[in-house]
Every structure is written in structure tokens, then in C-alpha cells.
């Protein structure tokens, strides 16, 4: 991790802003789509109920990018997304734009400032147990965007992923099958389980997608990860994920490392630090991040030039938290 540009990212005045992805458009230019919401909801969870993904822009990967649009914004309580749209992940595939998110909906009123909206509200527990993972596809970075009318990962009853099915994290091969990593939680009586990673694969980008495996990915009770991010290796596939409780990589919410063969049994690759909350700015001094999550790696030329991942200032928690961004950090060709 090289010094990261304090003028770079993605910033918007009165608006938490969250996520991150980038793909360099066919104008030449890098493109980062990414989630906000209101400042007048709270940091976590107004996420569930007013998130909608955005586009901006940069002429270099660094930054800083500027807004230019609301890509899926809320499109009504029937739709599957219909009243919030988050975690997007974007992929240039043969010329094809192809942006993986997750989506919610409720029936219930609009929250606005000062109505209470928390965690406990009705409103955010029906959000939250309608999480889904969708597909929205255009040809041009610029759109439009073609969205389904249902998701690509529904849930499951009796299965892993019977609660919700969140944070996508695709990897779309050159014979057009994906390998799609995603979120899950498991209902236990009326409330959801522990958060797992499950597996999905399809044959076509544009599905059907099938769980491959009855069990997550990681046993829950050795295993407690968040925001896997995968590409394809010589031996199979790289993970770098949050490691939630520090248990894997040696620091809380840093980031762990992991190989597979077959992007079905994963192994955690030992005393090894993906990345660090801890951030070297480009003015020499040094910042421990609050939140430092949702990472994605930037390829050009085959190699990991830039990590994005979505930052937040405080001493840690969503509560805490007074600003949040995307931050860019750039990466070295070898460790330095």
C-alpha cells in the first residue's frame, strides 16, 4: 500500500457515501460507481431504506472522482429494489457493462429526519430480511441500465441464505461463467443467524445462478468475514475479505488473504495482511481508519494497481462515524 492522495476518491457534501467500484470506460476515463444516502438518515442503517448507487468520474484511477448521475435510483415498494439499491460491484466483460448490487424494498412509509428510524424500526427489519443480490446490464458505462424484475439470488428456505442474500462479489470468466461469492444469513425462528459467505455459479452472466454448495463457504463458527473480493490466478482463485474479529489477518476489520483451487474450499493464507486500516497519506502522516471495508481491487495489464474500499473517520463503529468516503489507495508492483 503505497501514500494514499488525500484529494483523491469519492466525496459528496451531505451524503454518506459507501462501497466502491471502478471500471475504465470506453471513453478512456475511470468510472466509480458507488452507494450514498442522505445525511438525514443515520450512517447504519439509513443504508437499508435510502441507499441508491451513483456514477462518478476521473480522468486517472487516483481521483479525485466527481458525481455525474444516479444510476439506480428507487423505482417503488413493488420492486424487488425498489427503495434501495447498495453494494455495487462493476465489471467490464466483452464490451458489456455488468453491475452486480444488492437490492431491498418494504411497504412500509418513508423515514425522514427525526421519525426514529433505527435499528429496531420496522421498516429496517423488513429492509433488512429483503436483501437481495441482482444484475443490472447496459452496453455503454454511460447506460442506460437494463434491470430485472427479479433478483439473481433469491432466498432460500431451509438453506444457508433462507434470510437474505447481500454483497455480491462476482468473477466473471472468459468463457462467460461466473463465480459469484455472496453474503448470506440463515433464519433462526423469526430473527437471521450469523452472516456466512456462500457460492453461487452459472453457466452465462445472465444466469440462471445456483448455489453450488449446501454448507457456506467458511464454517461460521471458525470463520467470521465480511466483503470477499475474488479474481482468477494461475492456481485457481485470491480472496482478500474483512476479517471481522482480526482472528485470520492479526488486526480487527484488516484484511485477510485466501487461495482456492476451486473457489469452493478456501484456505486462509497464513500471517499474511491483505491491507491495514492504517492509511499512509501523501502529506507523510499516518490515520487509523474507523471503517476501512468494502475493498476492490483495480487490474490494468493483468496486475492489482489500486485498492478502493469504503472509509469512514471516528474511533470505529457507524455510529461514530462524522464523514464517510471512498478512499483510493494506490499499490506498489512489490511489497516495499
Known amino acids: 500500500m503505497l501514500p494514499a492522495p488525500r ?10 457515501v459507501w462501497c466502491g467500484s471502478v471500471v475504465q470506460g470506453e471513453d478512456g476515463r475511470f468510472h466509480l460507481f458507488a452507494s450514498r444516502w442522505p445525511k438525514s438518515l443515520p450512517m447504519h442503517p439509513g443504508w ?27 423505482r417503488g415498494a413493488e ?17 458489456i457493462y455488468l453491475l452486480y448490487y444488492m437490492g431491498t424494498t418494504h411497504p412500509l ?19 433488512r430480511s429483503n436483501k437481495r443480490v441482482g444484475l443490472a446490464v447496459a452496453d455503454s458505462v454511460f447506460g442506460p441500465w437494463r434491470r430485472s424484475d427479479a433478483p439473481l439470488l433469491p432466498a432460500r428456505p431451509g438453506g444457508y441464505d433462507s434470510y437474505l442474500t447481500s454483497n455480491p462479489a462476482p468473477c466473471v470468466k472468459a468463457d462467460d461463467s461466473v ?11 423469526n430473527e437471521h443467524g450469523r452472516m456466512t459467505i456462500g457460492a ?38 485470491a480472496m482478500i475479505a474483512k476479517d471481522m474479529d482480526g482472528t485470520i489477518c492479526g488486526e480487527k476489520h484488516g ?23 492504517t492509511v499512509r497519506w501523501d502529506d507523510g502522516t499516518v490515520q487509523t481508519m474507523g471503517s476501512l471495508e468494502r475493498p476492490f481491487l483495480l487490474f490494468q495489464d493483468g496486475k ?18 462524522e464523514q464517510t468516503w471512498n478512499i483510493v489507495i494506490p499499490l506498489a508492483d512489490k511489497p516495499v
Open 7 to 16: 484529494s483523491g476518491g469519492f466525496r459528496m457534501e451531505g451524503y454518506w
Open 48 to 74: 437499508l431504506v435510502g441507499s441508491e448507487i451513483v456514477r462518478a468520474v476521473s480522468d486517472s484511477p487516483e481521483g479525485p472522482y466527481r458525481f455525474q448521475e444516479i444510476v439506480l435510483p428507487a
Open 79 to 95: 420492486y424487488w429494489d425498489g427503495r434501495s439499491t447498495h453494494n455495487p460491484h462493476i465489471v467490464k466483460h466483452k464490451g
Open 109 to 127: 412509509r418513508e423515514p425522514v429526519a427525526g421519525d426514529g428510524f433505527g435499528l429496531e424500526d420496522p421498516r429496517c427489519i423488513v429492509a
Open 179 to 189: 463465480l459469484l461469492l455472496y453474503k448470506a444469513r440463515r433464519y433462526e425462528g
Open 200 to 237: 453461487a455459479a452459472a453457466s452465462h452472466w445472465s444466469g440462471p445462478y445456483e448455489p453450488v454448495s449446501e454448507e457456506p463457504v467458511f464454517p461460521p463458527e471458525r470463520f467470521h468475514i465480511e466483503d470477499p473480493f475474488i479474481w482468477p490466478t494461475g492456481d485457481g482463485y
Open 255 to 277: 484484511g485477510m488473504l485466501a487461495v482456492s483451487a476451486d473457489g469452493l474450499r478456501w484456505k486462509p493464507v497464513p500471517e499474511t495482511k491483505a491491507y491495514s486500516r
Open 304 to 321: 492489482p494497481t489500486h485498492l478502493f474500499a469504503a472509509a469512514a473517520d471516528g474511533p470505529g463503529g457507524f455510529r461514530h462515524a
